[in-house]
């Protein structure tokens, strides 16, 4: 195409032809401001002709498309976004909440769409009874604030358990009737039941590693199908990492992959990704500490991680690592309905002593498994920004021997802080 | 599946043999490549290779179920306590493991033989109409003793000898003493399953076999330890989903020492650690109350909240106290960390009256 042809400003195009291009394949692959100081036209100018090039490419033919040889991949980067555009788009995403507002409300509203969230926790916290209630909650209808969406389950650990669906479902439908209004809201109530919320949970049961990363290859396409599905649970991504795995080279990088490929799942089909992960001991010495498994490289896969934890017994949700809220810890129970807000008789959670409860109870059963480490993170209740900290402790450290000893020291440099920062409140 | 030989799923020929010129000759093997790297030794392009990655995944993933249809085929078996069914939503369910953890002597072995009495019963009475395999690591196993269970505990059923005796003969069971011969078991288990119509997998206990070959206190050790105890399971976990039915395994209970000058001199829990703890679905703990008394806890469980029932050890085997709508909840706690109440000492009752 004819640089003379094409609709650019006379003067510019003067100044194209006097600088010797004549064809608009030759500006191809041309920087803008290479442009200005072969032509000498303006940045804006040069801006126009570029755009002006690549329209009439578009236009023109598949010169371009054969180039980098995936089909519609040859458009270029993705467009990009202002933040503003970011803001408001994810100002009308919804987020599922949990049916226990201290979690919602440190959460901002609820687990986030688009996200990936881990929740870690020791055996029987309540990760998969989490879990169960998200799956019922995605798909409380949007006249109710909900999402009214579907769900997958990846199950890799037998554990979800379809009596206990039941239970919650029943409690979450009944809790909605109650809410009932105006006529839109009874019309949803009379496809929202027990038996339509499992209709609408595909369930997929993975026993080993293999087989979860296949189901991950599938997914994308499963999601385009069901474009009503809002939310992915994964329960557990450890239990099958945990296991056969001679050199940990490997499965660090299956998991990175793994964890690129859920983060792509989560933005480009909007869903919220949520995985659980289970706890493991880290011996040093005599030393011993619980902490999230599967390394530190996975800490960084998840946007948001939630910890869950026994203090004495009372149940405790930490969120430990979250770009957009500080680090929180909340109570919670668990009923025969499901997650709850722990009960109102107790004191607040912002008024609660640094209790010696809390730490008496811990102290009873500070054990080689627990002690250390969930000590600390009791105790980051009272320093929040504490507990970021050692998650930017966390991150730096590496799986070497050296990176464990010194997210150990950052454990023990939190706890003092934590002890210092408690004592002032004390005093104050 | 996740072995499958690439030969065998959809893929060309030649694909196959150019993958298998380095070495890719299984799903396992080309999915655990990233993209690039398939790229790169199948020789196509981007878009070429995830098809292939896709239509290999395809012939690997599981299918997807909703879960309503995965509602008509769940499937309980019911522990013949009532209260216990109960709180467990119909009882121990199926395709899932139930651990057993206690103190000696306070009817870990006891509840397993019961439970093989009651699966092989015919379904109108409340059973599985199946066999068992009794893994049994202890030589804790005592016929003498099942079919006193038995008779004891459904002297209406079991009334002639030759239901005694078909009972008797559904439970197989094996003697494995050593680590090594457990997990080899298990890997052919599927075999015993299909041919002895097994409808339940009892391995007493889990713990013995593991505790007595690995010293802790040796580097390395516990890493092993906790590797075989995963692969164990894993092939487990495996076995009770593919034949929906249910596992029970017994656990030892061990001595956490208090450290860090607490006053707290120690307490009981289970054994084998936080690792294996997750990778039980329900666990049951028994207790000592005193020497005759004993109680059930519920300490993990996805549909039951904890939960506490006495009972005692008769001649039928467990015999819950107290009617069946008693039942005490109790505020939980860690269940790795539960402490477990043992017997402190021992009285005889040497003038039993009658």
């Known amino acids: 195409m004819q640089i003379s042809s094409c609709s650019l400003s006379p003067a510019v195009k003067s100044r194209l032809t006097a600088a010797g291009f004549h064809f608009l394949s030759e500006l191809r692959g041309l920087s803008p401001s290479h442009i200005c100081a072969e032509t000498g036209v303006s940045q804006q100018e040069a801006l126009q002709v570029l755009q002006a090039v690549r329209g ?48 919602d409300a440190t959460l901002g509203g609820g ?33 109710f604030g909900g999402l009214g969406g579907q769900v997958v389950v990846v199950d890799t650990e037998g554990s979800f358990l379809l009596q206990r669906v039941q239970d919650i479902a029943g409690a979450v439908v009944k809790h909605c009737s109650l809410l009932v209004e105006d006529d839109e809201q009874r019309v949803a109530m009379t496809t929202f039941s027990v038996e339509t919320i499992l209709s609408n949970i595909f369930l997929v049961r993975c026993h080993d590693y293999v087989e979860l990363l296949a189901e991950l290859h599938l997914l994308p396409d499963f999601l385009s199908e069901h474009p009503r599905v809002r ?26 992959g793994l964890a690129q490929q859920l983060i792509a799942m989560a933005t480009s089909h909007n ?14 010495g005599g030393q011993s500490q619980l902490v999230p498994a599967l390394g530190e490289s996975w800490g960084h896969a998840p946007t948001i991680r939630l910890l869950l934890q026994w203090a004495g017994t009372q149940r405790l949700a930490t969120i430990f690592k979250s770009p957009g809220h500080p680090g929180a810890t909340v109570q919670y129970q668990i009923t025969s309905d499901g997650f709850r807000d722990a009960d109102q008789s107790e004191q607040p959670p912002s008024k609660r002593p640094r209790t010696h409860t809390v730490q008496s109870a811990t102290g009873q059963r500070d054990s080689n498994q627990s002690s250390a480490g969930q000590r600390d993170s009791n105790q980051s209740a009272a320093g929040q920004r504490d507990s970021n900290q050692s998650a930017a402790g966390q991150r730096d450290s590496n799986q070497s021997a050296a990176g464990q000893r010194d997210s150990n020291q950052s454990a023990a440099g939190q706890r003092d802080s934590n002890q210092s920062a408690a004592g002032q409140r004390e005093c104050s | 599946m996740a072995t499958r030989m690439l030969k065998r799923t959809c893929l060309s020929n030649d694909v196959c043999e150019q993958l298998k010129r380095h070495h890719i000759e299984s799903c ?12 790169h030794v199948a020789c196509l392009s981007y878009q070429k290779a995830i098809e292939l990655l896709q239509s290999v995944s395809k012939a690997v993933a599981p299918p997807v179920t909703t879960a309503l249809e995965l509602c008509k085929k769940q499937a309980c078996f019911s522990t013949s306590l009532p209260t216990l069914d109960k709180l467990l ?62 008779q004891s505990r459904f002297p209406d059923y079991f009334n002639c000898r030759e239901r005694i005796l078909n009972m008797a003969g559904r439970v197989l069971l094996c003697r494995d003493l050593t680590c090594q011969d457990v997990l080899n078991r298990l890997d052919t ?67 956490h020492l208090g450290g860090h000058g607490s006053e707290d001199a120690g307490f009981v829990t289970a054994a084998l650690g936080n690792t294996w703890s997750h990778s039980v679905n329900t666990r049951l ?30 001649k039928q085997g467990i015999c819950l106290d107290g009617d069946d709508s008693q039942e005490t909840l109790y505020e939980g706690t860690d269940p790795g960390l539960q402490s477990i109440r043992v017997q402190t000492g021992f009285t005889y009752n040497l003038t039993q009256p009658m």
């Open chain 1, 56 to 103: 009439g490419a578009s236009g023109g033919g598949a010169s371009v498309g054969g180039a980098s040889g995936g089909g519609g991949a040859s458009v270029g980067p993705p467009p990009s976004l202002t933040a503003l555009q970011l803001l408001q788009e994810e100002q009308s995403q919804r987020s599922i909440f949990s049916f226990c507002s201290q979690l």
């Open chain 1, 111 to 143: 687990l986030p769409v688009g996200k990936t969230t881990e929740i870690c926790g020791a055996p029987g916290t309540g990760k998969t009874q989490l879990c169960l209630q998200l799956v019922v909650d995605v798909q409380v209808p949007v006249c």
């Open chain 1, 231 to 256: 939310l992915l649970v994964i329960d557990s991504v450890a239990f099958p990492f945990r296991l056969h795995f001679d050199e940990l080279s490997q499965r660090t990088r299956l998991l990175n």
């Open chain 1, 271 to 284: 869903v919220a990704v949520v995985i659980t992960n289970q706890m493991t001991t880290r011996l040093r």
């Open chain 2, 28 to 39: 396992k093997d080309l999915l655990s490549l990233t993209p690039l790297e398939v790229m």
């Open chain 2, 89 to 150: 939503r119909g009882g121990l369910p199926c395709g899932t493991i139930t651990e057993v953890t206690g103190p000696s002597g306070c009817g870990k072995t006891q509840i397993c033989l019961m439970l093989s009495v009651l699966a092989t019963m015919p379904k109108s009475e409340g059973g599985l109409d199946s066999g068992v395999i009794y893994i049994d690591t202890e030589s804790a196993f005592s016929a003498v003793r099942l079919v006193e269970i038995a």
């Open chain 2, 189 to 255: 288990l599927e075999e015993d399953i299909i041919s002895s119509g097994a409808g339940l997998i009892i391995l007493d206990s889990v713990a013995s076999v593991v505790r007595k070959e690995f010293d802790t206190t040796l580097p390395g050790n516990l890493m092993h330890r906790s590797d075989l105890l995963g692969h164990k399971a894993s092939t487990l976990k495996y076995l009770a989903h593919q034949f929906n039915l249910p596992v029970v395994l017994t656990n030892q209970i061990t001595t």
């Open chain 2, 285 to 314: 703990i028994l207790q000592y109350v005193d020497s005759h008394q004993r109680q059930i806890l519920i300490a993990k469980s996805p549909v039951a909240p904890f939960a506490v029932l006495n009972y005692t050890i008769e």
